[in-house]
């Protein structure tokens, strides 16, 4: 069955009736709507109900235990800041990915960046801009166009093809760069977190919710082993048991993934300036975490997601 479109009052008027509490000294019934028009909206504030436990009443209906719309309003603002602190990382991760594959071909005398870029279309899969822009054009966004209709399709190098794959597609070409010459600094272990990496930069890129997913435990999910030993050297005030029990938590287990490869690759004054402004984002994602205490679960997964990029942000371990 479809559902009735529900105006903002009638939004609240329904979450009452699902037992969302409007706490005036946490959130009363007017900030909400304030918030619910300026500021986020029904539908992605309701992606937070699957963190929280309920029971039928009578007629069957769902009634929400302990659930404050202030909770749900601080997880959208932390899910918000959280997807900030994963692009900023990501996007410094495949940037100095890109610094270190061409700092290696510039003194690479076996190269000289078409012959790479003819081999691996030849081998791998053309880029899906390829198959935009032959069917049409008009479609390619001006950033990118100037680039395929100045060296489409024989022509493209290694420095200006890379400027046209996604991530992905990246990941894909560096592998084979690496495979052919070895790379001296190419680390195989950093390489295998790559895909956990662009996962979670992709969903973050997209807006889409990744903080309700905190609590969630999929049977089909197989965790990368390397990553519970680092996790389980860092001293974070847990143990082994608990931090197993992060580390197969899928978002966990990917978030730790980014922090690592970001540890591993970015140094100097660029690292300086990226962890302060992570830092910086993470002070408002740990606002409120009071508000969840009398959630252990959720309480302890987003400590130890505090803690954990604190830690590794702040002290060269790897």
């Known amino acids: 069955m479809r559902k009735k479109k529900l105006n903002i009052a009638e939004q609240i008027e329904y979450m009452e009736y699902q037992g969302v509490k409007f706490s005036k000294d946490l959130c009363s019934i007017d900030k909400a709507k304030d918030f619910l028009e300026n500021s986020n909206y029904y539908f992605k504030i309701t992606f937070f109900y699957e963190l929280y436990d309920f029971e039928y009443d009578e007629k069957q209906n769902k009634q929400y235990k302990n659930l404050e719309f202030a909770y749900l309003r601080e997880l959208s603002i932390m899910d918000s800041t959280l997807r900030n602190i994963i692009l900023e990382i990501?996007?410094?991760?495949?940037?100095?990915?890109?610094?270190?594959?061409?700092?290696?071909?510039?003194?690479?005398?076996?190269?000289?960046?078409?012959?790479?870029?003819?081999?691996?279309?030849?081998?791998?899969?053309?880029?899906?801009?390829f198959d935009i822009f032959n069917r049409d054009r008009s479609k390619i966004n001006i950033y990118t166009r100037d680039i395929l209709e100045k060296y489409y399709p024989h022509d493209f190098a290694l420095w200006n093809f890379i400027e046209i794959l996604t991530f992905s597609e990246f990941i894909s070409f560096l592998k084979f760069y690496n495979e052919k010459y070895e790379m001296e600094n190419f680390n195989p272990t950093i390489y295998s977190l790559?895909?956990?990496?662009?996962?979670?930069?992709?969903?973050?890129?997209h807006n889409t919710c990744v903080l309700n997913k905190i609590k969630t435990k999929d049977q089909t999910f197989k965790p990368t082993k390397r990553l519970f030993s680092y996790a389980n050297r860092l001293k974070l005030g847990f143990t082994s048991k608990e931090i197993k029990s992060f580390y197969e938590n899928p978002l966990i287990h990917d978030y730790l993934s980014i922090?690592?490869?970001?540890?591993?690759?970015?140094?100097?004054?660029?690292?300086?300036?990226?962890?302060?402004?992570?830092?910086?984002?993470?002070?408002?994602?740990?606002?409120?975490?009071?508000?969840?205490?009398?959630?252990?679960?959720?309480?302890?997964?987003?400590?130890?997601?505090?803690?954990?990029t604190k830690n590794i942000l702040t002290q060269s371990i790897c």
Not at 97 to 120: A, T
Not at 194 to 205: G, K
């Open 90 to 129: 990501t996007l410094t991760i495949e940037h100095l990915l890109k610094v270190s594959l061409n700092r290696h071909f510039c003194n690479n005398e076996s190269e000289d960046g078409y012959q790479i870029v003819e081999q691996y279309l030849q081998k791998k899969r053309a880029p899906k801009v």
């Open 194 to 205: 790559l895909f956990n990496t662009n996962l979670l930069r992709n969903i973050a890129a």
């Open 259 to 308: 922090l690592l490869v970001y540890n591993t690759l970015c140094s100097g004054k660029m690292r300086k300036k990226s962890t302060e402004k992570i830092l910086l984002l993470l002070e408002r994602f740990a606002k409120h975490k009071d508000y969840f205490q009398k959630d252990k679960i959720l309480y302890k997964n987003i400590d130890f997601m505090i803690k954990i």
